[in-house]
């Protein structure tokens, strides 16, 4: 996961994690926890608003995945910021920065996750230590390894992840070159085994990679009847 992924992800949707008062912006913090952690407890236990975490995040052992980020210290895309009782959020509030803005639900009035300016005046905030910080370099090895899978299937999870799978694709092509690109033939058997995905995500990923989906796709019509 990265802040970007996971802005991609929920941005615009609404969560409901227990059920109870609909969407607010401590069940998009229980949705990263599940993701990341799910026995960690989120329970407002001390006046039932969410600005109870902060006070509570050592009895709640958040110091396994989290660093604290005292008030008044800059925060960073990634952080869980929270804030106490204050003129825009008169019981508390958490939110996620990225970009400068805080994402959160029930910002505004708005049940789905939406972006709004950083405030300053948070109580604290939670850096996550989990974040996939590898080097565009580093995917491209993973890629080349054979980590990534192959075609729709390695779009699919790169962009999932929150990568720019054509600005990857292009470089791995670069570093393979034509002398390691893989024959038509051998493309062809790939798509008919499924790698490749289908329709127009057959024809991006191909393209993508630096393949003529054309050429390729004939082929595979001629070996399949």
């Not at 920065?97 to 029930?106: E, F, K, T």
């Not at 565009?136 to 999870?157: C, F, K, S």
């Not at 798509?191 to 990679?209: F, Q, S, Y």
């Amino acid at each position: 996961m990265t802040p970007e992924s996971f802005v991609n992800e929920v941005n615009g949707r609404a969560y409901d994690e227990d059920g109870s008062y609909g969407s607010q912006c401590w069940d998009l913090f229980r949705h990263f926890l599940n993701e990341v952690a799910p026995n960690l407890s989120a329970q407002c236990s001390i006046s039932g608003y969410v600005r109870d975490l902060w006070q509570l995040k050592d009895n709640y052992g958040y110091g396994s995945i989290f660093d604290y980020v005292q008030a008044g210290d800059p925060v960073q895309d990634g952080d869980w910021v929270v804030y106490g009782k204050c003129a825009h959020s008169p019981e508390g509030h958490i939110a996620f920065v990225y970009n400068g803005m805080i994402y959160g639900c029930n910002q505004n009035g708005h049940p789905e996750c939406t972006a709004i300016p950083l405030y300053s005046d948070y109580i604290g905030a939670f850096r996550y230590r989990g974040y996939d910080h590898s080097t565009l370099d580093d995917i491209v090895d993973q890629v080349i390894h054979g980590d990534w899978g192959n075609g729709a299937d390695r779009m699919n999870r790169l962009s999932a992840a929150g990568y720019d799978y054509n600005q990857i694709q292009g470089i791995v092509n670069q570093k393979l070159g034509a002398s390691n690109a893989k024959s038509n033939e051998e493309i062809a058997d790939e798509v008919i085994r499924g790698d490749w995905g289908n329709g127009e995500a057959r024809v991006d990923a191909l393209t993508a990679a630096g393949y003529d989906y054309n050429a390729i796709q004939e082929i595979v019509n001629e070996r399949m009847g």
